[in-house]
């Protein structure tokens, strides 16, 4: 498949290209250059596309950094955790909470929202990325790499490759 004349395949199929978010993304992802990438989750459902590397300095361009983000769950300037938190992790707390809540009191239920902290709802977010999903990747070193992801990026969010990403297409 090709946009733009880059053949993008890549982002799309193949078990052996899948990286899960539980390993360290600079084993995978060189540290130089830009970036773009689709996550998919365990029942491989397209959910996101993201470009990393947009520095304008070619020298300054890590694409690791963003994955090392997501990777941390932590949803501060992270779209990609928040988008996870608000469509995977709050309903499984809430599944969860309706569970246990069925004989609960008043009491219990305060109990249960003191517990929440920001810290752990970060480390759920970070369960379940590592947990549940994977990316696929392709990088670009030219001069003109952050233009490039830039330009797929936006096509494949508006489903230029046949599929709209779940979490961010348009």
Not at 106 to 111: G, P
Not at 120 to 127: E, G, I, M, Q, W
Request: glycine residues 8%; contains cysteine; proline residues 3%.
């Amino acid at each position: 498949m090709e946009i733009d004349g880059h053949n993008v395949s890549s982002l799309f199929e193949g078990e052996d290209s899948l990286v899960s978010f539980s390993e360290d993304p600079r084993k995978h992802i060189p540290n130089m250059g830009s970036i773009i990438y689709t996550v998919w989750n365990k029942s491989g459902t397209f959910l996101y596309v993201g470009i990393s590397g947009l520095q304008k300095s070619i020298e300054k361009r890590n694409p690791q950094s963003r994955m090392v983000s997501h990777a941390s769950g932590r949803r501060s300037g992270d779209q990609f955790c928040v988008y996870i938190f608000e469509y995977y992790v709050i309903p499984m707390f809430a599944r969860a909470f309706e569970r246990n809540n069925s004989m609960g009191t008043l009491l219990k239920i305060k109990a249960y929202r003191s517990g929440l902290s920001k810290n752990s709802l970060d480390t759920a977010t970070k369960k379940f990325i590592r947990r549940n999903l994977k990316y696929r990747f392709i990088s670009f070193d030219s001069e003109d790499s952050d233009a490039i992801v830039r330009s797929l990026e936006k096509q494949i969010r508006a489903g230029a490759s046949g599929i709209k990403p779940r979490l961010n297409g348009v």
